[in-house]
C-alpha cells in the first residue's frame, strides 16, 4: 500500500472561516486520507462550531474526518471516527460510544506492545512517534523508524508516523513503513501556505 498523507489541525484555531479557507487550499492541492480535529484547551462548544465548519468541507474532498480523544463529540457531530492516546478514554468505551462502523486510532508511542494490544482490540490503526522533534506538542516519547518496518513486516492494522515530520524526512519514515504520515505544522506553517505544504509532502512520499 502506498504510504498516504493524513492531516492534523492546528492546537489551536482562532477564526473557524479563516483556517476553512486553509483548509479547502490544502485539501484541493493532492489526496488527504484523513483529517484529525485537535484543539488544544478548547472549550466544547467552540470544538463543536469550528468541527461543524470543517468537516463539510473535508467530506466533500472524500476526506474522512475524526475527533481527537472526544468520542462523544465524535458521536455528536456525526463524524468518520476517533483519535484517542493512552491517557484518554478507553478503546472499548470509544467503540461502544461510536459502534462498530466508527474509525478508531490509538496512539501507541513506540510500543509495539501497545499497539498489539490496541490492534487485538480492534483499532482501525495504531500511531507510532513522535520521529522527529516538533513544536506542534511537547514530545514525551521518540518513536523509532524500525518500529515501523517491525510493524508492517508483522501486523496487519495500518500504522501512522506522527511527530515533526516534515518533506525533508517524510520518505524515509514511508521507506521505513508508515501507511500514513501525520502532519500538522507541516503544511499549516509551511512558508508558501497550505496548498504548497500538500504538495511538497505527496511530492516526497510518492
Not at 29 to 54: F, N
Not at 103 to 120: E, K, P, W
Not at 128 to 133: K, L, R
Request: aromatic letters at 6%; charged letters at 20%; proline letters at 5%.
Amino acid at each position: 500500500m502506498d504510504c498516504r498523507l493524513y492531516l492534523i489541525t492546528p492546537p489551536q484555531i482562532a477564526d473557524a472561516q479563516a483556517f476553512a479557507r486553509d483548509l479547502e487550499a490544502a485539501l484541493s492541492a493532492g489526496e488527504v486520507a484523513a483529517l484529525q480535529i485537535r484543539l488544544k484547551d478548547t472549550p466544547p462548544d467552540y470544538i463543536r462550531a469550528v468541527t461543524r465548519v470543517l468537516t463539510p468541507i473535508a467530506h466533500a474532498h472524500g476526506v474522512a474526518v475524526l475527533m481527537n480523544d472526544h468520542a462523544d463529540l465524535a458521536k455528536e457531530l456525526g463524524l468518520d471516527g476517533v483519535h484517542i492516546g493512552q491517557s484518554d478514554i478507553a478503546f472499548k468505551e470509544a467503540r461502544r460510544i461510536l459502534g462498530p462502523k466508527a474509525m478508531i486510532g490509538v496512539t501507541c508511542h513506540n510500543s509495539r506492545h501497545l499497539a498489539m494490544d490496541a490492534a487485538d482490540a480492534g483499532a482501525d490503526y495504531v500511531a507510532f512517534g513522535a520521529f522527529y522533534p516538533t513544536q506542534t506538542k511537547t514530545v514525551e516519547h521518540m518513536a523509532e523508524l524500525e518500529t515501523l518496518t517491525i510493524w508492517q513486516e508483522s501486523m496487519e492494522a495500518p500504522c501512522v508516523a506522527i511527530g515533526g515530520i516534515t518533506a525533508d524526512n517524510a520518505r524515509e519514515v514511508a521507506e521505513a513503513g508508515a501507511d500514513f504520515i501525520a502532519v500538522s505544522g507541516a503544511v499549516w506553517n509551511h512558508p508558501d501556505g497550505p496548498a504548497a505544504g500538500v504538495k511538497a509532502l505527496l511530492a516526497a512520499i510518492a
